[in-house]
Every structure is written in structure tokens, then in C-alpha cells.
């Protein structure tokens, strides 16, 4: 049984670009969250789909937009990247509010 | 405000010393914790969910416990394999959608 799995595994940009990471979600999970870890701090929530659509978000500007796929795997877009936006992306998925599963992540160094 | 914090932030043991971690909470209702395993560039790997006050659960070296205030994460007789950061995070009442993460305890176990 495949967990979760993340693409690409690292990234790097330099300012201004856009940015889209994607997300397969565990066998059987309809629900993926989105979290980014700065280095040395845990996981912030940015936000999570179910059923097609953002349920939640959390304290993150509009550059942060997401999409979920009839098939639950979701994409992760940041428009106007900024040299903080630069670490470890990392999503998780669930049945509903269940316990979440996380990814392996994928590294974004912004230059 | 909801609150999620961890100590210590860092913990070095000798092989075969037990101790404990902590994770101590501050919020408006506790709908769950969880603990998690992270080992450095990698995704957090899930270990316990505890619902209630005296719910403890355990896993090979690993045991958890809950009160109405904090959560323990004891280690009896670390392996140096033990080595990682290991974070806390909560669902809440009406965010039971996004995880709330303390920021870690990295524990390193010398051989």
C-alpha cells in the first residue's frame, strides 16, 4: 500500500516565479492538508481540501492557492515567490479529521 | 490564543537512559493529540493519537500519556536508532480540520 507521495523532491526558484508542487494521497484518503516547516519549527497549517474544495485555511496570504482532483491527489501553487517562502513543503492526508499521514515533503529554495 | 509547547527543545541521552518528553497545551477544546516522529529533511511518520484524559498508548520503547493539561512521550532504554525530533500537535473544537504543531524536541541517543 502506497503512502503519501510529493513531487518533486527539491525545487529551487528565484523571486518573482511561481511554483506548483503536487501531492498523491495515502489508498483510500479523500482529505489533503498542506503544511510549510521552516527550518527548526513545526509543521503551519496553510490549508486543506475535501470534496474538490478548501474547507480550512490557515494564516497564509492569497499567493497560496490549491487545487484537489476528482481522484483526491491536490497541487500546492505560490504565486510572487519571496525568499521566506523558501523550506520544507509538506502534505498530509486523511479521512476527514482523522489522524493525517504525512508526505515525504518537497525542499523549495527561493534565490 | 491556542498554544502548543514543547520541551526540551533539545535532549541528548546515553543509550539505555529513559526519560520524557513534554508537551504542554493551551487551548480552547481538545478534540486530540498526536505525536510524531521526524528525522531530518523527511516528513513527520505518525505514532500515537490520545483522545482523552488517562489515555495512555504504547509502542515498542515509546509510551504515551495524556492529561488535561499535557502529554508525555517517555523513552525507556533509547537505541541511538531513537534519534530524531519528535513533535506534538492538537486537532481543537471547530478546527478539528488543520493540526496545530508544538515546535519539536530533538532528541539525540549516544551510543
Known amino acids: 500500500d502506497a503512502g503519501v507521495t510529493q513531487s518533486p523532491t527539491h525545487l529551487i526558484k528565484t523571486r518573482g516565479q511561481q511554483v506548483t508542487l503536487r501531492c498523491s494521497p495515502k489508498?483510500?484518503?479523500?482529505?489533503v492538508s498542506w503544511y510549510q516547516q521552516a527550518l527548526g519549527q513545526g509543521p503551519q497549517f496553510i490549508f486543506q481540501?475535501?470534496?474538490?474544495?478548501?474547507?480550512q485555511r490557515g494564516n497564509f496570504p492569497d499567493r497560496f492557492s490549491g487545487h484537489q482532483f476528482p481522484n483526491y491527489s491536490s497541487e500546492l501553487n505560490v504565486n510572487a515567490l519571496l525568499l521566506g517562502d523558501s523550506a520544507l513543503y509538506l502534505c498530509?492526508?486523511?479521512?476527514?479529521?482523522?489522524?493525517?499521514?504525512f508526505g515525504p515533503g518537497t525542499r523549495l529554495t527561493v534565490l | 490564543e491556542d498554544q502548543v509547547t514543547q520541551s526540551p527543545e533539545a535532549l541528548r541521552l546515553q543509550e539505555g537512559e529513559s526519560s520524557s518528553l513534554n508537551c504542554s497545551y493551551t487551548v480552547s477544546g481538545l478534540r486530540g493529540l498526536f505525536w510524531y516522529r521526524q528525522d531530518p529533511g523527511k516528513g513527520p511518520e505518525f505514532l500515537f493519537t490520545?483522545?482523552?484524559a488517562g489515555e495512555e498508548k504504547e509502542k515498542e520503547r515509546l509510551k504515551a500519556t495524556l492529561t488535561k493539561k499535557e502529554s508525555f512521550l517517555h523513552i525507556t532504554a533509547p537505541k541511538p536508532e531513537d534519534s530524531a525530533t519528535y513533535l506534538c500537535a492538537v486537532y481543537i473544537s471547530g478546527s478539528a480540520r488543520q493540526l496545530t504543531f508544538g515546535s519539536g524536541t530533538q532528541l539525540t541517543v549516544l551510543p
Open positions: 490520545l483522545y482523552s
Open positions: 489508498s483510500g484518503h479523500d482529505t
Open positions: 481540501y475535501y470534496e474538490e474544495e478548501e474547507r
Open positions: 498530509a492526508s486523511s479521512l476527514l479529521a482523522d489522524t493525517q499521514y
